[in-house]
């Protein structure tokens, strides 16, 4: 089983609907992050998390909001999805480290809205 | 804004030659350095990481290179191979954003027969 799991996989959906996406983790870690891949812009940071008390924003956060439920779980939520929140989501997951930066990454999930 | 860029955004290698990916980062306070493997449908991989601390590191058929005077980082893939194929990343740690990373925009790597 993957360390990293993310769902769903794949999701489409329409204009303005709520969106989830849930991460879980088995590798005991303390930080949770979840990025954003579009074509030509690599992997952006939406929101990230160093413990469960811990919430923080990330470079593109707007229209985007999380839950820490648990130290293995962060879930994203699009609260009224827009076409342009169409990309490749990534969950990943980090051991405490100040210099460390290794990165532990779901499969991914692909959000469509029309 | 402070960036982390990469000067060619698609590599074709014939298999058996060596790559050279290559990764320009404009953050002078950048102190850890981070090279990522993407395969088609997956997420990315850690290859192997450097620190500001050195120039140099090696792995196993690759190595990391890092230029600190021009602000350059280069990803050395010795005797490339098909499942080298694939979308490798650069990204940056910048002072101050303890495990938070930077992430350049990508090269492809495509390996010929």
């Known amino acids: 089983d993957a360390d990293v799991t993310q769902t769903p996989r794949n999701r489409i959906t329409k204009t303005g609907k709520r969106i989830m996406l849930e991460c879980s983790q088995t590798?005991?870690?303390?930080?949770m992050y979840w990025y954003r891949q579009d074509p030509g812009l690599g992997l952006r940071l939406i929101y990230y998390s160093f413990d469960v008390k811990d919430i923080n924003k990330g470079e593109i956060s707007d229209g985007y909001s999380v839950s820490r439920q648990a130290q293995a779980k962060f879930s994203l939520s699009l609260e009224s999805a827009i076409p342009n929140q169409t990309a490749l989501y990534f969950c990943a997951t980090s051991d405490f480290g100040w210099n460390t930066g290794e990165l532990f990454f779901g499969e991914g999930s692909r959000l469509t809205v029309l | 804004g402070e960036s982390v860029g990469l000067h060619l955004p698609t590599l074709s290698v014939q298999e058996g030659d060596n790559s050279i990916i290559n990764c320009a980062y404009s953050?002078?306070?950048?102190?850890?350095f981070i090279w990522y493997k993407q395969e088609s449908g997956k997420g990315p991989q850690f290859i192997i990481d450097i620190r500001s601390n050195m120039d140099k590191r090696q792995g196993q058929r690759v190595t990391v290179l890092l230029n600190k005077t021009v602000k350059h980082l280069s990803l050395q893939i010795a005797a490339t191979q098909p499942g080298d194929s694939a979308v490798y990343f650069c990204?940056?740690?910048?002072?101050?954003?303890?495990?938070?990373?930077?992430f350049g925009t990508g090269t492809r790597l495509q390996v010929t027969l």
């Open positions: 990204a940056e740690n910048g002072l101050g954003t303890a495990s938070k990373l930077t």
């Open positions: 953050n002078s306070a950048s102190d850890y």
């Open positions: 590798k005991g870690h303390d930080r």
